[in-house]
């Protein structure tokens, strides 16, 4: 606990945290500045909502990508820093390799689920200067969508801090397994890549799995377990945790594995 309170401390209360949050808000207004101006002039019956910006955003792939290498900047590359300057050896003093893995990789996924999801609701709040968080036109085109969409009549706040937060969860286990690779090849350029990578290839694979094992569609807050709201959020999140496990399981066989091999 003392390890992950003290990687906590670094990784995700520092400076470069702090950037990387509002970099997701910047970068996403520049990527878009041209949609958005004409939003934000042209909406005089309030056809546009927060609620559609953020959904449309999240479903475009350049966009996640955007996310995905700004949220993994902080964390993907420090085990790369450690094994390369050696300090590991003394960190794995005070703790063992086990507890070292699970320290990673979980503040890995909170940092990097925190950047995207803190980024997100800074630009829904930045937004709101301009554009109302839902209309009667956003709630008629969502109340169809399963299992989330009729929050947004009455729970419009509730549905876009789910969709963000979801949409975090998936980020952050794609720089989960950047973190992962790292431990195989040490290169932090390889690493800060490895995201992407696993994205559109595993992703890609996924779509071929059935729908409560396709990310892709979990992600995207499809209907995956019939009209159950409840019941799809919390699969949806032990979907990402056991995946997450997955990952620090696998990152601490990849490090228990270098650490004989540099001692035999």
């Known amino acids: 606990?003392?390890?992950?309170?003290?990687?906590?401390?670094?990784?995700?209360?520092?400076?470069k945290t702090l950037i990387c949050i509002f970099a997701v808000v910047v970068v996403s207004l520049l990527c878009y500045n041209q949609d958005l101006l004409y939003v934000f002039f042209n909406n005089d019956e309030a056809s546009f909502s927060i609620i559609d910006l953020i959904d449309y955003?999240?479903?475009?792939?350049?966009?996640?990508?955007?996310i995905l290498i700004i949220i993994s900047l902080p964390?993907?590359?420090?085990?790369?820093?450690?094994?390369?300057?050696?300090?590991?050896?003394?960190?794995?003093v005070r703790c063992n390799i086990k507890e070292y893995a699970v320290s990673k990789i979980t503040s890995c996924a909170i940092g990097c689920m925190?950047?995207?999801?803190?980024?997100?609701?800074?630009?829904?709040?930045?937004?709101?200067f301009f554009i109302p968080l839902s209309g009667e036109e956003t709630a008629v085109n969502f109340v169809s969508d399963v299992p989330y969409g009729f929050l947004v009549q009455k729970y419009s706040v509730l549905y876009l801090l789910i969709r963000i937060f979801i949409f975090?969860?998936?980020?952050?286990?794609?720089?989960?397994?950047?973190?992962?690779?790292?431990?195989?090849?040490s290169n932090?350029?390889?690493?800060?890549?490895?995201?992407?990578?696993?994205?559109?290839?595993?992703?890609?694979?996924?779509?071929?799995?059935?729908?409560?094992?396709?990310?892709?569609?979990?992600?995207n807050c499809s209907n995956i377990l019939g009209n159950n709201t409840l019941l799809t959020f919390i699969?949806?999140?032990?979907?990402?945790?056991?995946?997450?496990?997955?990952?620090?399981?696998l990152f601490y066989k990849a490090v228990q594995r270098r650490v004989n091999n540099e001692f035999n």
């Open 168 to 185: 975090s969860l998936f980020s952050s286990v794609w720089c989960v397994f950047g973190l992962f690779s790292s431990a195989i090849i």
């Open 188 to 219: 932090k350029f390889v690493s800060f890549a490895m995201p992407l990578i696993g994205y559109y290839t595993i992703g890609n694979l996924c779509d071929y799995l059935p729908d409560f094992l396709n990310i892709n569609r979990i992600t």
């Open 57 to 66: 955003f999240i479903g475009i792939g350049v966009f996640r990508n955007i």
């Open 1 to 15: 606990m003392k390890l992950f309170i003290a990687e906590i401390k670094k990784n995700i209360f520092t400076l």
């Open 75 to 92: 964390f993907v590359g420090v085990f790369c820093d450690e094994w390369n300057s050696k300090n590991i050896y003394s960190v794995l």
């Open 235 to 249: 699969y949806s999140l032990l979907f990402y945790i056991a995946i997450i496990v997955i990952f620090i399981l």
């Open 114 to 128: 925190a950047v995207s999801f803190i980024g997100l609701v800074l630009l829904s709040g930045l937004f709101s």
